[in-house]
Nanobody, 122 residues
Framework: QVRLVESGGGLVQAGGSLRLSCVAS????????MGWFRQTPGKEREFVAV???????SYADVVKGRFTISRDNAKNTVYLQMDSLSPEDTAVYYC????????????????WGQGTQVTVSS
């Protein structure tokens, strides 16, 4: 069974940093683009970043320059380094795997983790 497990969320003050991790199992990791999305209660899930197996990365405009996505294919793990956090970044962060490409839309992703809460205080 495919499983994506996020970790690294928590409470941080504005301006601080967190690094999220997502470990994938049950799939051929190198066949998938790996993305990060975020969601707050009652709102749509929002694209954050994606990294292809080639390690080419794309970001949502709102996180460019602050977040960095990376992957370690040997560990089946994707990371999201989050710097200069603001309260607007507060959300549940999900990692997801896309077999079809590296698109920034939820419909392009085949598997999802359970999410990890990131809360940024003022």
């Amino acid at each position: 069974q495919v499983r994506l497990v996020e970790s690294g969320g928590g409470l941080v003050q504005a301006g601080g940093s967190l690094r999220l991790s997502c470990v994938a199992s049950g799939l051929t990791f190198s066949d998938y683009a790996m993305g990060w999305f975020r969601q707050t209660p009652g709102k749509e899930r929002e694209f954050v970043a994606v990294i292809r197996s080639s390690e080419r990365a794309s970001y949502a405009d709102v996180v460019k320059g602050r977040f960095t996505i990376s992957r370690d294919n040997a560990k089946n793990t994707v990371y999201l380094q989050m710097d200069s956090l603001s309260p607007e970044d507060t959300a549940v962060y999900y990692c997801a795997a896309s077999y079809s490409g590296s698109y920034g839309y939820t419909a392009q992703y085949d598997y999802w983790g359970q999410g990890t809460q990131v809360t940024v205080s003022s």
